[in-house]
């Protein structure tokens, strides 16, 4: 919104500013941060207000999170409303591929919101349907993959870029939106399932963001592609506002999720965020490079699908609890020592999913 200041900018004054995509970034995430120090604790204690019980606790889980029984969940709904108010405040709202992921972390968000509020009302762990909450999102998927391929150069168009070869695509045709679908649907279950510990989930999602927005400046930019030797999206440098937007919100409610949590980020942000990461690399043509800045994620899913196929299988399990997060957990690891530990590795993935972009 704040771009149109550029309107009464003769080239050399302060309006000037607004036209630099590092700038507004910069004042995004700024936004966002201040947003969430504000804003933080009175959310609180409204949600823990009209929760009273708090998130209800898996009667299978392990024993300390017993101690965690009466945490307000939804805290998500700070982060949604951070990024959400500084993206529209600081990006240019002319620009597609702002739109397509903004919409599609809101949908899944309230997609989230509505199994929050299931649970949370009548104090059980199942919410809405597994099949309701997955059918809503690939349509909510189908429609944001559909939309970035229409707005893709006409050379990119249902192609999938392949990461470490120059020039190399693989026409998907008409299979290039269930691709879609695939990519936004799984990175966003994905982190859903990834958030089961306090401040396990958000610092790999802002990691995992600020690679992509790294990766989205960089494709959107001519000189920087034709340096780089990889594929050309213009207009995708625009994301790089809507990242900083969620580090600033992301890290103001880490500091309310920081262990012990006051607040749990919920399916209201996990499923919006994860959402978020998906459509990203959709619109910056980066599906393949998602799974490895994300490859946490995709280890915690991984897990559930062989601890479930596995058990339906031999009627034993691979892990002692899935997701692999808690077989740590039982093995006897520190809630700190496992939280600390996939920050780590998150960030090495974020470096080998970075390094993509130059290796060619």
């Known amino acids: 919104m704040l771009y149109l200041l550029t309107e009464f900018s003769d080239g050399g004054d302060v309006f000037n500013l607004f036209r630099y995509i590092t700038f507004r970034a910069g004042a995004a995430f700024f936004t966002a941060l201040v947003f969430g120090f504000l804003f933080g604790r009175p959310l609180i204690d409204l949600l823990r207000r009209k929760q009273k019980k708090g998130q209800p606790i898996r009667a299978d889980g392990p024993q300390t999170h017993f101690a965690k ?186 500091w309310y999720n920081a262990p012990p949590a006051a607040v749990f980020m919920g399916d209201t942000g996990s499923l919006a965020l994860g959402g978020a990461l998906g459509a990203m690399a959709v619109c910056t043509k980066h599906e393949i490079v998602l799974a490895i800045v994300g490859g946490l994620f995709v280890v915690e899913a991984l897990s559930v699908i062989i601890q479930v196929l596995y058990f339906k299988r031999t009627g034993r399990r691979v892990f002692l609890m899935a997701p692999i997060h808690h077989h740590f957990e039982k093995k006897g690891w520190g809630e700190a020592q496992i939280v600390i530990r996939f920050w780590i590795i998150s960030l090495i993935l974020a470096l080998i999913g970075l390094a993509t972009l130059k290796i060619r």
């Open 69 to 254: 029984a009466g945490t307000p969940t939804m805290g998500g709904l700070l982060i949604l409303s951070a990024l959400i108010v500084s993206t529209l405040l600081w990006a240019r709202l002319d620009n597609p591929y702002v739109w397509i992921v903004m919409l599609v972390t809101v949908a899944f968000g309230l997609i989230g919101f509505a199994d929050d509020y299931a649970k949370v009302t009548k104090q059980n762990t199942r919410g809405v349907s597994g099949r309701v909450r997955f059918i809503s999102g690939l349509v909510i998927a189908a429609l944001a993959a559909y939309a970035a391929a229409r707005f893709h150069p006409d050379g990119l168009t249902n192609q999938l870029a392949v990461p470490l070869f120059k020039n190399l695509l693989i026409n998907l045709g008409w299979f290039f939106v269930p691709f879609g679908m695939i990519v936004i649907v799984g990175a966003a279950n994905a982190v859903n399932l990834t958030d089961g510990l306090d401040g396990l989930a958000i610092m790999p999602v802002m990691i995992a963001a600020s690679t992509l927005g790294a990766i989205a400046y960089a494709v959107g930019r001519a000189d920087f592609t034709e340096y780089l030797g990889v594929n050309y999206v213009p207009g995708t440098g625009e994301l790089l506002i809507f990242v900083a937007a969620l580090v600033g919100g992301g890290l103001g409610f880490l």
